[in-house]
T-cell receptor, first 115, second 111 residues
Framework: ETGVTQTPRHLVMGMTNKKSLKCEQH?????MYWYKQSAKKPLELMFVYNFKEQTENNSVPSRFSPECPNSSHLFLHLHTLQPEDSALYLC??????????????FGDGTRLSIL | GQQVMQIPQYQHVQEGEDFTTYCNSS?????IQWYKQRPGGHPVFLIQ?????EVKKQKRLTFQFGEAKKNSSLHITATQTTDVGTYFC???????????FGKGTMLLVSP
């Protein structure tokens, strides 16, 4: 039990589908993150939300759309994805994204496969 | 932008042997964190180093932060099969608000 819960754990979708990934944290944190983890690549930061405000968008294609309705929940809406988007999508949280001394707590991830 | 290089990418050792992974940055880091990801799992925070030349120990794991705060290492003494996983360093450069992760070092330990 990490305190950060991601659903679904696995997702297979076609390129024309629309789906959403969900992340919920029970740690009382104010910052939430989406990362993409592909084989042989470093963890790629996609989006950062701090106190519900998006503070970082690392040149992520518009087919990925984040939503943060409150400090405990984070969504990643997916639309018209490409095969190269197949990866493990990890959600993380920390106390405050502006405080560099805080560790990040990761969820188990959603393994996404695009057909 | 920030770049954190980590070597080696992969190491296979016999149980009982030592293991070291190195992390290097072209810019000075305000702090560095280490994470471990077991196969099929998610990254788990191990430790953070903040001070120049800092050394911290966790049982068989020794973490060092270089004097110039541009490099760091993780050393495992007498590896065990439970040490299997990928070890990531993550650093934050001055002027940047987010962590940059290295590619990680995958450690395999044979019994």
């Amino acid at each position: 039990e990490t305190g950060v819960t991601q659903t679904p754990r696995h997702l297979v979708m076609g390129m024309t589908n629309k789906k959403s990934l969900k992340c919920e944290q029970h740690l009382g944190h104010n910052a939430m993150y989406w990362y993409k983890q592909s084989a042989k690549k470093p963890l790629e930061l996609m989006f950062v939300y701090n106190f519900k405000e998006q503070t970082e968008n690392n040149s992520v294609p518009s087919r990925f759309s984040p939503e943060c309705p409150n400090s405990s929940h984070l969504f990643l809406h997916l639309h018209t994805l490409q095969p190269e988007d197949s990866a493990l999508y990890l959600c993380a949280s920390s106390h405050d994204a502006q405080n560099s001394n805080q560790p990040q707590h990761f969820g188990d991830g959603t393994r996404l496969s695009i057909l | 932008g920030q770049q954190v290089m980590q070597i080696p990418q992969y190491q296979h050792v016999q149980e009982g042997e030592d293991f070291t992974t190195y992390c290097n940055s072209s810019t000075t880091l305000s702090n560095i964190q280490w994470y471990k990801q077991r196969p099929g799992g998610h990254p788990v925070f191990l430790i953070q180093l903040v001070k120049s030349g800092e050394v911290k120990k966790q049982k068989r794991l020794t973490f060092q932060f270089g004097e110039a705060k541009k490099n760091s290492s993780l050393h495992i003494t007498a590896t065990q099969t439970t040490d299997v996983g990928t070890y990531f360093c993550a650093g934050r450069s001055s002027g940047y608000s987010t962590l940059t992760f290295g590619k990680g070092t995958m450690l395999l330990v044979s019994p």
